[in-house]
């Protein structure tokens, strides 16, 4: 199995996906010892070789943030790039999907996509994986990444194995789907005190946008 990464984040090596990449190899190598290459698609010379890449992959995976309900623009460049083409001897993608908010219906339509964009490719489809709750990772002590971390491993290594996600996991991933009517209330409840703003509002004011979080530029 020739595996093939490409990583749709435009933060680059500084992304959530390339730390996610990161553990998921750790377990893969440990039954695939061969190095996989990983391909940024927020680098333009990376990406303007992608498409030759994945043609001549045998099994490629494609991990990308959650953006605005769908997928980075790079990522849709990637897309028109490889599209138009029949695969002859079909190769097997699959996909994996992080995002901000933890519920995994944020995700569904994009799957969907995925789905027939694979299929129409002639590709085997491997599946969408998908996972949420992820922003914030980058600042969280190790012990609140450990269990997440770990699962990524053992992704790997099922992976390196099946050639395939390993299913126990990938449900779980798919948790919560939408939050219960409780949560919500809690949440709405939360929200008054501010506590739920606290880290979108330090990033706001890290990048000196705080005081514009309310403008509406297109109204004047
Ligand atoms: C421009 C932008 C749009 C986003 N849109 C969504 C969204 O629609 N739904 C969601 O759950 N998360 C959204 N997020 C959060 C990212 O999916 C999340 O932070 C992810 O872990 C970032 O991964 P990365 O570091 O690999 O890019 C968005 C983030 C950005 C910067």
Known sequence: MKLVIFNGS????????????????KGYNRFCPEPVPVYYLANYKQREAAAE???????????????????????KE??????????SPAKK????????????IHAEG????????VLRLNCEYLGTMIKGGVEGIQSMPPSMTRKLYGKFQVLGEYFAQNNSFEPGITEKFR???RFSRTYIVIF??????????FYWNGQLKKNGAFEKRFARPYLD
């Open 10 to 25: 435009p933060r680059y090596k500084k992304s959530n996906s390339a730390l996610l990449t990161e553990q998921f190899l």
């Open 93 to 104: 993608v699959g996909v994996i999907v992080q995002s901000g908010f933890p519920e995994s």
């Open 188 to 197: 709405t409840l939360l929200s008054k005190t501010g506590i739920t703003n």
């Open 175 to 177: 948790k919560p789907y």
């Open 110 to 117: 994009l799957e969907r996509y995925l789905k027939k964009l």
């Open 53 to 75: 890449i994945f043609k001549q992959a045998e099994t490629v995976l494609l991990i990308f943030p959650l953006y605005t309900d769908c997928m980075p623009g790079i990522v």
């Open 78 to 87: 990637f897309f028109e790039n490889i599209a138009g083409e029949s695969y």
